[in-house]
């Protein structure tokens, strides 16, 4: 494997740590709040909504950063492609500047 290549499973190792993070995260704070607000939300009358609601918006999430992990494998060589292009360039601006 090249350093470029590996670069590259490293970038996307790191960007897809990052989203499983971020989807985690938005579970933990949904079900935290939903526990939060349960009986004011019984109170109401309305639960199976939010709950249907909650739902929802947790599968959608999780299903589009799904989506995003496989785009960014399927085509990670032209993403980090370009992202390692530029911070070669910077790095290389930066030294000649000292």
Do not use: C, P, Q
């Amino acid at each position: 494997m090249s350093n470029h290549e590996s670069r590259v499973d490293a970038m996307y190792g790191r960007d897809k740590l990052a989203a499983y993070i971020s989807v985690i995260t938005v579970w933990a704070v949904y079900l935290f709040v939903f526990w939060r607000m349960a009986d004011h939300i019984a109170a109401s009358g309305l639960t199976w909504l939010m709950l249907g609601l909650g739902a929802m918006v947790l599968l959608l999430n999780t299903a589009a950063v799904m989506a995003l992990i496989r785009h960014y494998r399927e085509d990670k060589a032209a993403i980090y492609g370009t992202d390692i292009y530029y911070l070669d360039r910077i790095a290389a601006e930066k030294r000649a500047a000292r």
